[in-house]
């Protein structure tokens, strides 16, 4: 379990920092200076996924993209280790206790990111 959880945190943070990196190289050489000048209005995750995922279906590739799903990603990084945790407690191990405690957790994070 714990290479599992390790490879996920891995991976999303990984693949996190690559959008990010891309994005703002991407904006650097677009404008002649590292930063992107863009806010982040009051969403949830679900809307600002929704919202990206329009943008790739449309073909806008554009460099504030690839910051938003890198963001996007590392948001998600953790959400998906709780995830996985939960299946594996309730399905792998079958302990009753371990998959209450984080399914508690995974219904708090889903409450922070997708409902609030």
């Known amino acids: 379990m714990e290479t599992l959880v390790?490879?996920?945190?891995?991976?999303?943070?990984?693949?996190?920092?690559g959008f990010l990196m891309a994005g703002v190289l991407w904006s650097g050489m677009a404008t002649g200076t590292l930063g992107l000048h863009y806010s982040l209005t009051g969403t949830n995750l679900f809307q600002f996924w929704l919202t990206n995922i329009r943008q790739l279906?449309?073909?806008k590739w554009q460099?504030?993209?690839l910051v938003n799903?890198?963001?996007a990603l590392?948001?998600?990084t953790p959400?998906?280790?709780?995830?996985?945790?939960?299946?594996?407690?309730a399905f792998a191990e079958?302990?009753?206790k371990y998959?209450?405690?984080?399914?508690?957790?995974l219904a708090v994070l889903t409450y922070s990111l997708f409902l609030h």
Do not use: D, E, K, W
Request: charged share 5%.
């Open 74 to 76: 590392l948001m998600m």
């Open 69 to 71: 799903l890198g963001i």
């Open 57 to 59: 279906a449309l073909g």
């Open 99 to 105: 998959t209450l405690f984080t399914g508690f957790v």
């Open 6 to 17: 390790g490879t996920i945190l891995l991976f999303g943070v990984l693949l996190c920092a």
């Open 79 to 89: 959400y998906v280790r709780v995830l996985v945790s939960t299946a594996y407690f």
């Open 94 to 96: 079958r302990n009753l």
């Open 63 to 65: 460099p504030s993209l």
